[in-house]
């Protein structure tokens, strides 16, 4: 097996606009960790999902960082392949993203034609962590309903729920697509609770329980009208399969990271569509690299739901690459060679804090 020339490890930080809560916690800046390789013909990019700490799955920057160094870019030069290595989906998919990015670079070929793109923008919504107050929250959802936003999605836990959706639901009225994620902070003793969101015509309600309790979200998915979509749970074509079968859920969101690179998230797509399910493409705050290459998978035929994929000036003063500007609602998908985008030199050098090169 011939692997890169080079793989190169790339860590960034940049701070956020506005710090973003969810039931995990605050962030105030986004741990980047890029991957970087080059081949004969062509140099490829990617973006590790990864947060700084393992609150959202269990993986974490400095934990990608060191797989990949460790175990997973060691691998690209024997025949055990990167599927040898348990779990660290993140890790791999950044990985195999710059890999692909390198290949398709060589060919000319665009991710979008890749993949099976089957449209040249994508509908996208914004996701609205926790705020310290109603109004707070209002004035943010005001903001980009004006932007123009297709959806807005509300972060939730116990005791944040119904009061923000209520006060968005009366200031906004019905027509705004309007839903919500829990990112796993109920318990299923609290589906008498989440029935009261049912009043407020959300498109879904995203991963009310825990990872692990599938059958807690049959039960629940039982006793609500807001159809269930899953999100953390889903790390395969496999468990998509299984929360589908088990009435777990009626919607999935894929994001590549989550479930180890660009090929797994089209095998969900594809075994969604073939049951009937919409599916839709979350986010993970990514710089304008992560974002460029899920806009080409978000622009499949069955991402029929806005993604979690915002402009660029939604998270960062400034991105990595040319900035992703919202048109009607929409982010247009670049059409270049890979990706499409490569990362300003000037930016990499103002966010980078270190590099480290793993092949040479
Ligand atoms: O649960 O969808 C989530 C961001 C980080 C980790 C988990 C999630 C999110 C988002 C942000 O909701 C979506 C975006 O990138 O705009
Ligand atoms: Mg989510």
């Known amino acids: 097996m011939t692997g890169p020339e080079a793989v190169e490890l790339r860590r960034l930080r940049l701070p956020l606009v506005e710090p973003f809560g969810t039931a995990h916690g605050t962030q105030h800046e986004r741990d980047v960790l890029l991957v970087r390789v080059l081949t004969s013909d062509a140099e490829g990019w990617g973006e590790c999902a990864a947060l700084s700490e393992p609150t959202y799955t269990a993986e974490y920057t400095e934990g990608a960082a060191d797989v990949l160094r460790r175990h997973l870019v060691p691998r690209l030069f024997d025949d055990a392949g990167l599927d040898s290595v348990q779990g660290h989906p993140m890790a791999k998919a950044a990985l195999r ?15 979008k034609d890749y993949l099976g793109a089957a449209r040249s923008t994508v509908p996208v919504g914004v996701s609205v962590g926790l705020q310290p107050s109603l109004d707070a929250m209002l004035e943010t959802v005001a903001r980009y309903v004006e932007q123009g936003y297709a959806r807005v999605k509300l972060k939730i836990q116990p005791g944040w729920d119904v009061e923000p959706v209520s006060a968005v639901r009366d200031r906004f009225g019905p027509r705004l697509q309007l839903q919500v994620d829990a990112n796993g902070s109920y318990t299923v003793d609290d589906a008498r609770h989440l029935q009261d969101l049912d009043s407020f015509a959300l498109v879904l309600i995203e991963q009310p329980l825990p990872a692990d309790d599938l059958l807690g979200h049959v039960a629940v998915a039982e006793r609500i009208t807001t159809p269930v979509c899953l999100d953390e749970s889903i790390g395969s074509a496999a468990d998509a399969d299984t929360a589908i079968r088990l009435g777990a859920c009626r919607i999935v969101n894929i994001k590549a990271g989550r479930v180890g690179g660009l090929d797994e998230a089209v095998r969900i797509h594809d075994l969604c ?39 660029s000036d939604r998270y960062y003063r400034e991105d990595l690459t040319d900035p992703f500007v919202l048109h009607d609602g929409c982010l247009t998908v670049p059409d270049g060679p890979g990706i499409g985008v490569t990362p300003h030199p000037e930016a990499l050098a103002q966010f980078t804090t270190s590099v480290e090169q793993l092949v040479q």
Do not use: I
């Open 273 to 311: 569509q073939k049951q009937g399910v919409p599916v839709w493409c979350g986010g993970m705050l990514e710089t304008g690299v992560g974002r460029a290459a899920a806009l080409a998978l978000a622009a499949l035929p069955n991402f029929t739901l806005p993604a979690d994929l915002s402009a």
């Open 97 to 111: 993203a710059a890999l692909l990015d390198a290949a398709l670079r060589g060919e000319g070929r665009s991710l």
